[in-house]
């Protein structure tokens, strides 16, 4: 076991299902990068400052999910 909680492999499967349905490769590649490189930099941010990892991580999995699932980017930043 790699130590990641229940809630956060959860959030991983929405997302990457989300992700697996974007036809365009590059496209998909880019969703996948950025979001698991978000979530990671969160995570780090949040261990550095005794935080909370998992609440971090997964809101670094979810900050784009609007996006990626509609295809809606008006509204992204």
Do not use: P, Q
């Amino acid at each position: 076991m790699d130590g990641t909680s229940d809630k956060v492999s959860r959030v991983r499967a929405y997302i990457n299902n989300i992700f697996d349905h974007i036809k365009d490769v590059d496209e998909k590649r880019a969703a996948y990068t950025h979001t698991y490189g978000v979530s990671h930099c969160y995570a780090f941010l949040a261990m550095k400052r005794g935080l909370n990892l998992e609440l971090a991580t997964v809101i670094g999995l979810l900050h784009d999910v609007y996006s990626y699932k509609t295809s809606v980017t008006a509204w992204h930043s």
